[in-house]
């Protein structure tokens, strides 16, 4: 197993020698440097997994360390050092891609999670390139279908699947919520596998009624119903040799189902009003928002088609289940909204991240593909903000932490006076607000006079800390 490389960068002996043995004791490979430039060295020799480095050392500082190891090597995770006078240059380092900030003195528990935590994020990050190079490479240049954007540790388990399928004949059953990417999924295994030059058709069995749809899926002869005046091929026949996407497949009816697995079973299929059978080699994939295991107990779908379906079952997580990839697909809507067109759109506030993370998206990666066009459409200027967003995803957001402060409260709170209760919900929506008092005073639903006294009251120095960010909003 691969021993973590890393690297600590401090001009203090003391805090530097600290820091790096209590990283060995955890069985970690460190080097220790007393510069920015003996650690940006190291970094262009070799394969490095964490930077932790102090912000001020001299010429080269630790905001010029993060900007090159980004450079040069982005996959390596970045934790800057700061004592309390540094706090502001911890958080410019936060925005410029560093993973964390330790503040000095650090307790060595603390220590530990942090970095436990960034060598976790660096190897999905990089098991994540990894999967996506191997899809990349099977595609022969065909990126237009990749929907792979995330680096969960959920999102990396479905990358694995479909490395794994996507050279293989067997069914695929696509489990998920509505707006997870199933059929984004279906057309990566396609372009991925022997197929990738034949059809992927998709076909949606709630949109039709079940008449109908057998008509398009087997085809029919001339004169087997009324307006039958030709014969036409299925979308079966169409698929042939490539795949066919059957979406929503829980809303098959019974006797559809008895043909879909004629047609899987004999690979033939039988136009309505025919008496002949024409052979077909289709991959199937089939998608469903809905539990067909409880369908198939209820008799409501086969169960001999269930387990025809069911070879290869991959489950898509929803978009509150992977969290942490909403700052990435946000960018990659923007990216894909802003370009090609006359839009000034060039980056995302983190207030506007923070909003979109708190979300619940019941409409999961749709509902926030459709938020971020809709918010370059509507920014005036080069950054969305949290204006931008639809109202619902706001007080959507807004809503939830209220929730999530109630519930916290009640779980670290229980024992507490109300007096200490009211302390540390302010202190929380201070922080919340990074500081701006306005804003702090109208989620507490006072004004900001008030805030000053319970601040007072409390012993809070809420006026230097937090300099220049008690403005109206524009």
């Given at each position: ?231 036409k091929a299925g ?107 006359p839009s000034v ?27 971020i066009e809709r ?100």
């Open positions: 197993m691969h021993t973590a490389t890393i690297l600590v960068a401090d001009d203090d002996a003391v805090a530097r020698e600290l820091l790096a043995d209590a990283l060995r004791q955890e069985g970690y490979a460190v080097e220790a440097f007393a510069s920015g430039e003996e650690v940006i060295a190291r970094g262009r020799q070799g394969r490095v997994d964490l930077v932790l480095t102090d912000i001020r050392m001299g010429a080269v500082d630790g905001l010029t360390v993060l900007r090159e190891f980004k450079r040069m090597s982005p996959d390596t995770e970045v934790v800057v050092l700061t004592a309390f006078g540094s706090l502001e240059g911890a958080i410019e380092a936060i925005k410029q891609g560093a993973y964390d900030y330790l503040a000095k003195p650090f307790k060595k528990e603390e220590i530990k999670l942090v970095v436990h935590r960034s060598l976790d994020h660096c190897l999905l990050v990089r098991e994540n390139a990894r999967f996506r190079e191997e899809l990349k490479g099977k595609s022969k240049g065909m990126d237009e279908w990749s929907p792979l954007v995330g680096s969960s540790p959920a999102m990396l388990e479905v990358y694995k699947l479909v490395a794994r399928v996507t050279d293989s004949k067997s069914t695929v059953l696509l489990q998920g919520e509505s707006g997870t990417g199933k059929e984004l999924i279906a057309r990566a295994i396609h372009a991925n596998g022997p197929r990738r030059d034949k059809p992927f058709i998709p076909v949606n069995c709630g949109a039709l009624p079940d008449t109908l749809l057998e008509s398009e899926m087997f085809g029919y002869e001339k004169g087997a119903f009324t307006g039958a005046v030709g014969m979308l079966f026949e169409a698929a042939n040799g490539g795949t066919l996407f059957l979406d929503e497949i829980g809303e098959l009816g019974p006797a559809l189902q008895v043909k879909l697995l004629r047609v899987m079973q004999d690979q033939e299929v039988r136009r309505v009003g025919g008496t002949g059978s024409v052979k077909v080699d289709v991959r199937i994939i089939t998608a469903t928002n809905r539990n067909l295991e409880q369908y198939v107990k209820e008799g409501k779908f086969r169960d001999d088609l269930y387990y025809r379906l069911n070879v290869v079952r991959i489950t898509l997580p929803s978009l509150v289940e992977r969290r942490e990839d909403i700052p990435m697909l946000a960018h990659h809507f923007l990216q894909k909204a802003s370009s090609g067109g759109v060039r980056g995302i506030l983190p207030e506007t991240i923070a909003v979109l993370t708190q979300y619940r998206w019941p409409g999961n990666v749709r509902e926030l593909e459709n938020a918010a370059v459409s509507l920014s005036h200027g080069p950054l969305v903000t949290p204006e931008d967003l639809p109202e619902a995803v706001r007080q959507g957001a807004l809503d939830e932490e209220e929730r999530k402060l109630s519930r916290e409260e009640l779980a670290h709170d229980a024992y507490l006076t109300l007096e200490e209760v009211e302390k540390r919900h302010l202190i929380r929506v201070l922080k919340e607000m990074k500081g701006n008092k306005v804003k702090a005073a109208k989620i507490l639903g006072i004004d900001r006079r008030t805030l000053y006294r319970m601040a007072e009251r409390f012993g809070l120095d809420i006026g230097e800390e937090v300099e220049g960010t008690d403005k109206e909003p524009a």
